[in-house]
């Protein structure tokens, strides 16, 4: 059974940088297009970024420009480098394998004003 295990979030102020890690296992995950989602309090869940197993990668419209999505040598770990953060980046951050139901526990990010 594959399972996603997310780390790397905590509180910032606004204008840093975080780097969350999304750790799977299970032979799929290679194989697999990732993505990153978050859900702010209230508001649905939204997506970030993806990447494909060839590198490929998409973002969402709020994030273009200052996050960037990557895979690991080992191809099980996904990372979101997060730069020039802002409040509304505040949410929980969750970790998927596109197009299925996996999804790990999610991460708190919390930007400070």
């Known amino acids: 059974q594959v399972r996603l295990v997310e780390s790397g979030g905590g509180l910032v102020q606004a204008g840093g940088s975080l780097r969350l890690s999304c750790a799977a296992s299970?032979?799929?995950?290679?194989?697999?297009?990732m993505g990153w989602y978050r859900q702010a309090p209230g508001k649905q869940r939204e997506l970030v970024a993806t990447i494909t197993s060839g590198g490929d990668t998409n973002y969402g419209d709020s994030v273009k420009g200052r996050f960037t999505i990557s895979r690991g040598n080992a191809k099980n770990t996904v990372y979101l480098q997060m730069n020039s953060l802002k409040p509304e980046d505040t949410a929980v951050y969750y970790c998927?394998?596109?197009?299925?139901?996996?999804w790990g526990q999610g991460t708190q990010v919390t930007v400070s004003s």
């Open positions: 998927n394998i596109i197009g299925s139901t996996i």
């Open positions: 299970g032979s799929i995950f290679s194989f697999s297009v």
